[in-house]
């Protein structure tokens, strides 16, 4: 048969799950879709952002071999903590243990293994939903073992102490969490990762889940900031005055007074996982 056979393009951002356009039928490998040039997902406001996982670019970090970071938040963008996926290859991480006197440090697995190593806990090798809190100065050690790339979601934050025990060490599983509603709305779920209201931790880390056609009640315009990673599902997000189509591995920063709502559009279930600074007053 003449010309050139059927083939389906795999869409970098979707990399565990190939897709098929009209526009992306048999194009030659190694060859840009149309489409590519100057059109964008990604935005970059005063007190939001929105960063499709396409544009994010790859850099290395000395405490870490065979390791790439990608930075999503930083005080760069206006961001008061940090937030970054690390891609470990096999039989790469850390190349010893890694302690920031006065951050703590949070890591979730997103795909593959990892070992993960916290303190003197004994180490766990854990798959998607594995997560750790490192208090201030607590050393990390993160390791992939397995066969193929482990993907982990991270943030540091700087502790803001107010004269309690700074929080313990945690190394656990998402599905060691327990699934809450305090809303009233049907269809709204939350994990909350690290434990809710204990006044030692100075952030939230929850996983919100929502039913298809769930929506927030109200459009929210609050104080704290937020790191939101897409996880399940899409939907739309409301950002200032903006709608943002957003789907799984999409990132958004969302400053201090950013509106903000969500409306999950798939047929299934969405969750994104969400960094929210809590339980302290106003510096002045
Ligand atoms: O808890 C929250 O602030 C949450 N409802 N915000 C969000 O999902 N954008
Ligand atoms: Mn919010």
């Not at 870490?64 to 999503?72: D, G, I």
């Not at 397995?146 to 979601?153: H, S, V």
């Not at 107010?162 to 969490?177: D, F, K, M, Y």
């Not at 709608?243 to 559009?265: K, L, R, V």
Request: neutral net charge; aromatic residues 12%; proline residues 9%.
């Amino acid at each position: 048969m003449a010309g050139a056979p059927f083939r389906l393009t795999t869409c970098p951002a979707r990399r565990e799950r190939p897709f098929m356009q009209p526009h992306a039928l048999n194009r030659p490998a190694g060859r840009a879709l149309p489409g590519a040039f100057g059109h964008n997902r990604g935005i970059v406001r005063r007190n939001y952002a929105f960063l499709p996982p396409e544009g994010v670019l790859k850099s290395r970090l000395p405490q870490y071999e065979n390791t790439a970071v990608r930075f999503l938040a930083a005080p760069a963008l206006g961001a008061r903590f940090a937030q970054f996926v690390l891609e470990i290859e096999p039989g790469g991480g850390s190349r010893a243990p890694f302690a920031e006197a006065a951050i703590q440090h949070f890591y979730y697995v997103l795909s593959g293994t990892a070992v993960l190593q916290l303190g003197d806990l004994p180490p766990q090798e854990l798959g998607r939903g594995g997560f750790l809190y490192a208090p201030p100065g607590t050393p990390v050690l993160l390791r992939n073992e397995g066969k193929t790339q482990a993907r982990i979601l991270g943030l540091r934050k700087r502790y803001e102490a107010i004269g309690l025990s700074a929080p313990g060490p945690i190394l656990s599983h998402e599905n060691q969490v327990p699934r809450t509603n305090h809303t009233g709305f049907a269809g709204r779920g939350f994990q909350h990762l690290l434990p809710f209201g204990d006044l030692a931790f100075d952030f939230e880390m929850n996983l919100m889940w929502f039913a298809p056609g769930t929506f927030f009640p109200a459009v929210e315009t609050h104080i704290m900031e937020h790191g939101l990673y897409m996880l399940h599902g899409q939907g739309l997000y409301l950002l200032g005055t903006e709608w943002h189509e957003i789907w799984e591995d999409d990132f958004i920063w969302m400053g201090a007074y950013c509106p903000q709502q969500f409306y999950p559009t798939g047929p299934d279930e969405a969750a994104y996982l969400l960094y929210k600074d809590v339980n302290r007053d106003v510096a002045l």
